[in-house]
């Protein structure tokens, strides 16, 4: 378990999710009364406490959200120097794909506990800016270029009927955001380089993932995370309007397996750009355009959750 003099902090994002809020504050006041709490006010506010957490001296840093708010955190904790503090993760937002497939603790006392400790690739893609500066993330769950970006940007809205969609049930609110961007989509042809092989292709969509989920627990088909030091680059073919929507049934359905519009390649470098720039979503939020690279990070985090 941590030593005394060990010091934590919750990085806590009261907007995410739209279930367990009250159930998670009574949780860390119980099970982490060590625990600094400090509260994200607006989008990006959670690189900012990363950084913070950093320069203040804490130890473990504790993200309590979604995906998008544990990206944020390890963002701020990467750029302030500090792949040695420990990362745990409370998920409590509406999609928690870095979290799927790992058994959380019991008891959040338990991401105290340093022989839970284990240790994870971070991704790393540079960008072009709205206003043509380049610039870079980190990324601990996936990044995607093309059609599910787009889809990804309609389901974060957070109006009204997004939020009813969600509570009745996440694949519903994903089917509606694909519905309402599929009636304009068409493939798009971009230069693709992976691991230096360069080539012209044209495309509905490509994901650049560290862990095999999107979207609140969906798959390609495929539930292994890439080797370390790897990552997967998941095309899909540029296929019509029917057949995208015959895939992305087949997506929802988990039995995307073996799907011909499906090419899956374990890589360490990934590059693409387009005569016309498309937005880049990294793990969950729209942050630029391309063209953009994607590679692994050398250092590693020290994760728990």
């Known amino acids: 378990m941590a030593g005394e003099h060990d010091r934590v902090v919750c990085i806590v994002n009261p907007a995410s999710g739209v279930r367990r809020r009250r159930t998670i504050a009574r949780r860390l006041a119980a099970e982490l009364p060590e625990a600094q709490c400090w509260f994200t006010r607006h989008p990006g506010h959670g690189v900012a406490l990363g950084r913070q957490a950093v320069e203040d001296g804490y130890a473990t840093v504790v993200a309590v959200g979604g995906d998008g708010t544990l990206s944020e955190v390890a963002n701020g904790i990467l750029t302030a120097g500090g792949e040695k503090v420990r990362l745990a993760y409370v998920p409590a937002g509406t999609c928690n ?25 971070v991704g790393t893609v540079t960008f072009t800016r709205p206003d043509g500066t380049r610039d870079h993330r ?27 969609l969600k509570r009745l049930s996440l694949q519903l ?35 650049v993932l560290k862990v095999p989920y999107f979207a609140g627990g969906l ?74 690279e994607f590679s692994v990070h050398p250092s590693c985090l020290k994760t728990v959750v």
């Open 219 to 292: 798959t390609f088909g495929h539930a292994q995370p890439p080797q370390a030091g790897r990552l997967d680059a998941v095309r899909v073919a540029g296929v019509g309007r029917l057949g995208v929507v015959g895939l992305m049934w087949q997506v929802f359905r988990g039995a995307a397996a073996g799907h011909p519009a499906i090419h899956r390649q374990e890589v360490r470098r990934v590059r693409i750009d387009a005569d016309s720039p498309l937005p880049v979503e990294v793990d969950g939020e729209l942050v630029g355009f391309t063209p953009a």
């Open 173 to 207: 609110a994903e089917t509606a955001s694909s519905v309402r961007t599929l009636t304009g989509w068409r493939p798009v042809a971009v230069r693709l380089e992976l691991d230096g092989e360069p080539s012209d292709q044209v495309i509905t969509n490509l994901a």
């Open 97 to 121: 794909d870095f979290a799927r497939g790992q058994r959380p603790v019991s008891n959040l006392g338990g991401l105290l506990d340093r022989t839970q400790d284990r240790e994870t690739d």
């Open 138 to 164: 980190y990324f601990l769950v996936s990044c995607t270029v093309g059609l599910i970006s787009v889809i990804g940007q309609r389901f974060t809205e957070k109006t009204p009927v997004n939020r009813v």
